[in-house]
Nanobody, 124 residues
């Protein structure tokens, strides 16, 4: 069972990125999915979450509301994070995760499966 995150890179402030998280080994349709990030010297923090099944509900950290959009494509077993209007403070390693059988959660300990992370660096 694996989650593979991709799509990070080095960009200038104001740019956009789309991160992808592809699942393999099992279907994640029945799981809440989330994105977290960890900046150097800081704790890993919740960024965005999408509800299980259809993804009809989403949740965001206050710091990213209006700029980040999470979505899921169950046919591809993939979750996306669209990041717009990037700021230098968004620089971090971004991790995707799955919370087994949870509807929607922002609680880190409720996530069972984690991807390896993808680096996002935003220059000013």
């Amino acid at each position: 069972v694996q989650l593979q995150a991709s799509g990070g890179g080095l960009v200038q402030a104001g740019a956009s990125l789309r991160l992808s998280c592809a699942g393999s080994g099992r279907a994640f349709t029945g799981d809440a999915m989330g994105w977290f990030r960890q900046a150097p010297g800081k704790e890993r923090e919740f960024v965005a979450g999408v509800s299980r099944w259809t993804g009809s509900n989403t949740a965001y950290a206050d710091s990213v509301k209006g700029r980040f959009t999470i979505s899921r494509d169950n046919a591809r077993n993939t979750v996306y994070l669209q990041i717009d209007s990037l700021k230098p403070e968004d620089t971090a390693v971004y991790y995707c995760a799955a919370a087994s059988s949870k509807w929607l959660t922002n609680v880190r300990r409720e996530y069972d499966y984690w991807g390896q992370g993808t680096q996002v660096t935003v220059s000013s």
